[in-house]
Structure formats: structure tokens, C-alpha cells
């Protein structure tokens, strides 16, 4: 069984810079994509960033771009989302997740393991 554990959220000011991990343990983690989603207070979860299982390839939502990186360690079975130049829209609960499809999905439905989520809070 596929466990996720996301690790590194805090507080930050606007325009600073945070990383957030997700270990993954149980199966074979080069064979899964990962996702990062968010969810902010009263808003739906919505996707953030996604990795092939090489790492080579990358997607992010626009709003994002330029200033997240998705990566990921396939030795230390964990993936990363480096944030930078943060904005205090960004606040939310982010989430990783593992999809076992072949493709970068933005869509949660087609993820199949979820994390517990770590809280990011960016004060203005």
C-alpha cells in the first residue's frame, strides 16, 4: 500500500520562499507520477504542479509558473515543491499525491494516493 507523508509547510512572508517534501513508501516510486494540489479555506482543491516518474518532465498550473518547482529524488523515494516568490494567495493546505497513469494530470480523480497535507501560510 502506497503511504504519503508531506513535511515542511509553515509560515512564511510574502515574497519568501518555502519547500515542502512528501516521502513515499510501499511500492516503487519511479513508477508513479506525482502531483502537488492546494486547498485553500472555502475554495476545491485545485492542482498545482505535476513530475513524470523519471522526473524529466514537468506541468504546473499557470498561476505558478515561474515561481514553483516540482522535483524529485527517485533514490530518496520523495518529491519536492519549491516555492518562491510567495504571495499570500498561495495559502492553503497542499497536498501531494501519486498517480499510477502514464501522463502529467491535473485532474485529482486521477490520482490514486493522497498525503495528509501540510499547511502553508503566507502573511502579508
Known amino acids: 500500500q502506497v503511504q504519503l507523508a508531506e513535511s515542511g509547510g509553515g509560515l512564511v512572508q510574502a515574497g519568501g520562499s518555502l519547500r515542502v517534501s512528501c516521502a513515499f513508501s510501499?511500492?516503487?516510486?519511479?513508477?508513479?507520477?506525482m502531483g502537488w494540489f492546494r486547498q485553500a479555506p472555502g475554495k476545491e482543491r485545485e492542482f498545482v504542479a505535476a513530475v513524470s516518474g523519471s522526473g524529466g518532465n514537468t506541468l504546473y498550473t499557470d498561476s505558478v509558473k515561474g515561481r514553483f518547482t516540482i522535483s524529485r529524488d527517485n533514490a530518496k523515494n520523495t518529491v519536492y515543491l519549491q516555492m518562491n516568490s510567495l504571495k499570500p494567495e498561495d495559502t492553503a493546505v497542499y497536498y501531494c499525491?501519486?498517480?499510477?497513469?502514464?501522463?502529467?494530470?491535473?485532474?485529482?480523480?486521477?490520482?490514486?494516493?493522497w498525503g495528509q497535507g501540510t499547511q502553508v501560510t503566507v502573511s502579508s
Open positions: 499525491a501519486a498517480s499510477i497513469y502514464i501522463g502529467l494530470r491535473r485532474r485529482a480523480n486521477e490520482y490514486n494516493y
Open positions: 510501499g511500492r516503487t516510486f519511479s513508477s508513479y507520477y
